[in-house]
């Protein structure tokens, strides 16, 4: 379907779409996501389609409040309640047994179903003017660099969507951590915007984090190679990678460093060394890098605890493997 996509801030245009049972893309605190109502199956393959995404891939459900879990989720431990209470609205997405009013397409056939309250005043206010929850991946072609602004979404997705409501710049840059749990423990799927730390700090005990690729991941997000710019990229030391490949032009995404090498153009994510600061701006370097004239994309690793982890598995994920 064609459409002539309209970019504003307004919530109530944003429903009357969703009510229509098209798709929307909105503005969440971790990356931009491609809405469309969680209840109406019709209305999700329309995500899948826009998205190019293989449908073996389930959707996050993304819900007003904290009560509203109670609507879509059975047995919730009492841990994923502690969690909930502490993190939500935030970038920390549950996985929890789903009741049947959820589509088998969003769940992709699990008997869990991902739940979130982002952080978000637009897409909280949306969420308010609707009687239905918003399944929602992040709002980029699959496999591709999640958008963290409006102009992003427009870039990949104009003309395949009718609305996209505009809230600004990501403030966390990266996507939700994905946490389940199993046998009553704690398990991390999906490194994210809220640190392991955080978690172990909010339960008082360990957590598991399993993000290691399997042949049929739990949750794609697992999937070896994801959030991929289409130039090559390469993690490491940049200035031995740098000296090494003797590219035309190189792109370089440094942590805290200025690297003035020649035939370099680098971006710095954070020149105070802050790993927040550094996330919010990950994604928007790589995208920027991809869509210049180097030939290849080198990164630094970040340090190696708290959000930097989120970020270096994204790093990895999106680089060639060496
Ligand atoms: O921050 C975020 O999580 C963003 C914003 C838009 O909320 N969303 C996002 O969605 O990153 P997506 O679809 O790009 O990534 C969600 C990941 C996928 O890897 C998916 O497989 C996994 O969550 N997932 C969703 N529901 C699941 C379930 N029931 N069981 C296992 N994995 C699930
Ligand atoms: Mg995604």
């Given at each position: 379907?064609?459409?002539?996509?309209?970019?504003?801030t307004?919530p109530?245009?944003?429903?009357?779409?969703?009510?229509?049972?098209?798709?929307?893309?909105?503005?969440?605190?971790?990356?931009?996501?491609?809405?469309?109502?969680?209840?109406?199956?019709?209305?999700?393959?329309?995500?899948?389609?826009?998205?190019?995404?293989?449908?073996?891939?389930p959707?996050?459900?993304?819900?007003?409040?904290?009560?509203?879990?109670?609507?879509?989720?059975?047995?919730?431990?009492?841990?994923?309640?502690?969690?909930?209470?502490?993190?939500?609205?935030?970038?920390?997405?549950?996985?929890?047994?789903?009741?049947?009013?959820?589509?088998?397409?969003v769940t992709?056939?699990?008997d869990?179903?991902?739940?979130?309250m982002?952080?978000?005043?637009?897409?909280?206010?949306?969420?308010?003017?609707?009687?239905?929850?918003?399944?929602?991946?992040?709002?980029?072609?699959?496999?591709?660099?999640?958008?963290?602004?409006?102009?992003h979404?427009?870039?990949?997705?104009?003309?395949?969507?009718?609305?996209?409501?505009?809230?600004?710049?990501?403030?966390?840059?990266?996507?939700?951590?994905?946490?389940?749990?199993?046998?009553?423990?704690?398990?991390?799927?999906?490194?994210?915007?809220?640190?392991?730390?955080?978690?172990e700090?909010?339960?008082?005990?360990?957590?598991?984090?399993?993000r290691?690729?399997?042949?049929h991941?739990?949750?794609?997000?697992?999937l070896?190679?994801?959030?991929?710019?289409?130039?090559?990229?390469?993690?490491?030391?940049?200035?031995?990678l740098?000296?090494?490949?003797?590219?035309?032009?190189?792109?370089?995404?440094?942590?805290?460093?200025?690297y003035?090498?020649?035939?370099?153009?680098?971006?710095?994510?954070?020149?105070?060394?802050?790993?927040?600061?550094?996330?919010?701006?990950?994604?928007?370097?790589?995208?920027?890098?991809?869509?210049g004239?180097?030939d290849?994309?080198?990164?630094?690793?970040?340090?190696?605890?708290?959000?930097?982890?989120?970020?270096?598995?994204?790093?990895?994920?999106?680089?060639?493997?060496?």
């Amino acid at each position: 379907m064609e459409f002539q996509t309209h970019t504003g801030t307004s919530p109530e245009k944003a429903a009357v779409w969703l009510h229509k049972g098209e798709t929307t893309a909105i503005p969440t605190e971790t990356v931009y996501g491609l809405a469309a109502n969680a209840l109406d199956a019709e209305a999700v393959v329309k995500i899948f389609s826009v998205k190019n995404r293989p449908t073996f891939d389930p959707l996050i459900v993304h819900i007003k409040s904290i009560e509203a879990m109670d609507d879509y989720a059975d047995d919730i431990p009492d841990e994923a309640r502690l969690l909930a209470n502490t993190f939500w609205p935030g970038p920390l997405t549950l996985l929890l047994k789903k009741k049947n009013n959820i589509p088998d397409l969003v769940t992709s056939g699990l008997d869990t179903v991902g739940l979130r309250m982002p952080a978000h005043p637009l897409t909280l206010q949306l969420l308010h003017l609707l009687d239905f929850p918003l399944a929602a991946p992040s709002a980029n072609p699959f496999g591709y660099i999640s958008p963290t602004t409006a102009e992003h979404v427009h870039d990949q997705l104009g003309g395949k969507i009718p609305y996209i409501l505009d809230g600004g710049p990501c403030r966390v840059g990266i996507e939700s951590t994905i946490a389940g749990f199993e046998y009553g423990h704690c398990t991390v799927y999906r490194e994210g915007g809220i640190t392991t730390e955080q978690l172990e700090a909010a339960l008082g005990k360990p957590v598991t984090v399993k993000r290691t690729a399997v042949p049929h991941p739990v949750t794609p997000g697992m999937l070896e190679s994801h959030y991929a710019p289409r130039t090559p990229m390469y993690v490491g030391d940049v200035e031995a990678l740098a000296r090494d490949f003797q590219y035309k032009l190189v792109g370089i995404i440094s942590f805290q460093k200025e690297y003035t090498l020649p035939n370099t153009e680098c971006i710095v994510l954070s020149t105070s060394g802050n790993l927040e600061e550094a996330a919010m701006h990950l994604f928007a370097a790589m995208r920027e890098l991809d869509g210049g004239h180097a030939d290849v994309i080198l990164a630094e690793h970040m340090p190696d605890a708290g959000l930097g982890r989120a970020i270096n598995d994204r790093l990895r994920r999106a680089s060639v493997k060496i």
